[in-house]
């Protein structure tokens, strides 16, 4: 595939470059790495309550099960950092505890062994606190997000200058704060509600730190127009090369989360994971039952992991072209279709038997693909 | 709001300057126009056999209750051209012909009576052939969309270019093409079922002429993948100021593109209407059911079509700050909370209260601004 350009000559291909990160790697939970090339992560953060140790770790359960990478658990009180120590003794993820206002939680997070911290050096007070957080996770070789939210930006800042730059200047100042206590392991996140000023914000601080960005919209809204949100957002920075690690933000279960970040990766060209459909809209000229065979595709290769791209295509005008990129593909015709591999015709199929070949064409596929990644 | 830019220098609010054309204006339907600082207008294609006129108009019936503001129907064969008359006579909403291959069927269609013509001149035929298609656009004041997909650019020019190129170089020829025949009321679309191949034709095509662009990404799968595929791909094209009308194109009903194309335009700030719902992700810090609230704010303004801002937020971290930029907002914290108007505490609520009073002031406030826009 060539490189494509943006009207004004970046590469939308390139990856900004970062400084390199890492969480984890202690108990149960594998080393994430965090920029530096490293691929970008699906993060998502539990809502039970963090004292409820129990319920906190079924919950990361079933988003590591959904393919999350990262978690982060509230850590509003001492209750809740004394719970830490159960969950990250048993969490198959790496644990990020998220801070506000009180320094302490996060020594006591660091003491229970999380992986990493969220805080927001606006709120945690005086320039000894911040040292004193920055100490502990050197000394426990423990990365610090710094996330800055357009809802927590100081009232001075924004008596003086618009939203985009208030926040900018916050996360610059605050990197520069933990810098100059020669403390690097730092990544950055400047969400907004507003997509374009979370671009804004994201752009302006890319092109002014090396640190790795976490990306993100703010507070979206619920699940359908909080997806839309974090994709047009979300995938705008990454399509430009922008961003190492990602949270959806929804009002609805995290699982939904994790959906929607994998989804946004995989539509930027990101991530290749399991299926990858191309279906056409069904229109006026369409001859097969798209929709259902679709549809049947998706619910037989849920969970398949191994890349295998399909094609299924109703009609003639742009069903071959189409189905000639896909590693299988249908095109329908009257009653009728033609099931190609990569490129070639492999077998006419009458309608009848055109769901049952095409799944045994992926299958083979996937089998072959299998067998050949193991011996490779 | 301060204008925002791209880390390339680039506005990202700047809409790119393009001709403008116009479909409708006839029977029912209302004159839409597209590009030349139009808003961005949302589009669909029926799903029904067009020949099955009274199925055809029933749809684009929902279609048009949805939001839809172009409807487009495939017009297979001379029956789909004949259907056209009654289609066009009862429409709510302009129809776009979309033909392929015969030249014939567009004549017909014109005679018809639709308001757009979608060709793919490159499989239309001789030069004969498209100039009849332009006379008689032309004579009835019909723009034509040239759209060009990656499934059906020429075998000649994927031989000697990368699919990038051959599909801007195949608008641009089609569009000279017009131009050379004194036909200047075209737009046109580059869909790719690839994002980044999607974003790198229509930046390299935008770049080159100063047509309206009609944004997709084609065969873009199911509902859930598809809808994040087009939000990242015709949203980063949006923020870029790129774009002057859209279609999602999903395996679903065409309501459902409908209302992505609707949300992804709100995502992009390119459209207030309605409901613009800011609420958290529900942490370990939440004291308030902010997913129940939420969803009944959405149920309560299903419909509204006022612009509104209302904030439900879970706890005291983000939530003030948020909710002061919502027209009315809820913070929540134990058991308790207050709801914000315009920045101004307007009441404190106990749980039991919490969502009757923020629909009160949710009412109100949408009461007041529809009496103010109708005096105004």
């Known amino acids: 595939m060539s490189s494509s350009t943006t009207s004004c000559g970046l590469s939308a ?22 920029g530096g090339g490293a691929p970008v992560t699906v993060q998502s953060m539990c809502d039970t309550d963090t004292r409820d140790a129990k319920a906190t770790l079924a919950q990361i359960e079933k988003l590591y099960e959904a393919g999350c990478q990262i978690i982060r658990v509230a850590v509003p009180d001492a209750g809740a950092a004394e719970a830490l120590g159960r969950i990250c003794a048993q969490s198959p993820l790496p644990v990020v505890a998220d801070i506000h206002f009180d320094f302490r939680l996060a020594l006591a997070s660091l003491k229970a062994g999380v992986s990493k911290i969220r805080i927001n050096p606006g709120n945690i007070g005086e320039a000894s606190r911040v040292k004193a957080v920055a100490d502990a996770c050197k000394e426990r070789n423990v990365p610090i997000r710094i996330g800055v939210n357009s809802g927590s930006v100081s009232r001075e800042k924004l008596a003086k200058m618009p939203l985009e730059d208030a926040m900018a200047q916050s996360a610059l100042e605050q990197l520069g704060q933990l810098e100059a206590l020669g403390f690097q392991d730092v990544c950055l996140s400047v969400k907004a509600p507003s997509v374009k000023q979370t671009l804004a914000v994201y752009r302006r601080v890319a092109a002014l730190t090396d640190a790795p960005l976490h990306l993100g919209v703010t507070e979206t809204g619920t699940s359908f127009m909080g997806i839309v949100k974090s994709a047009v957002g979300i995938g705008a920075l ?12 929804l009002t609805a279960d995290p699982v939904e989360e994790v959906r929607a970040g994998i989804a946004i990766l995989k539509a930027c060209g990101l991530r290749r994971e399991g299926l990858e459909l191309i279906s056409c809209p069904t229109c006026g000229r369409c ?3 798209v929709g259902e065979i679709a549809n049947a595709v998706e619910r037989a290769l849920d969970g398949v992991k191994t890349p295998v791209t399909v094609a299924v295509m109703g009609c003639a005008v742009n069903g071959p072209g189409e189905a000639r990129a896909a590693d299988i593909g249908l095109a329908g015709g009257d009653g009728k279709g033609v099931i190609f591999k990569k490129g070639e015709i492999v077998e006419a199929v009458s309608e009848e038997h055109m769901l049952a070949r095409l799944l045994a064409h992926i299958k083979d596929f996937i089998k072959q693909t299998e067998v050949a990644t193991s011996h490779g």
Chains 1, 2 share one sequence.
Do not use: Y
């Open 13 to 34: 291909d390139k990856k900004r470059v970062t400084r390199q990160i890492a969480a984890g790697g202690t108990g149960r939970a594998a080393r994430v790495l965090i």
């Open 238 to 249: 990454l399509c430009e090369g922008l961003g190492d690690t990602l949270r959806v933000s």
């Open 287 to 289: 001859r097969i039952r």
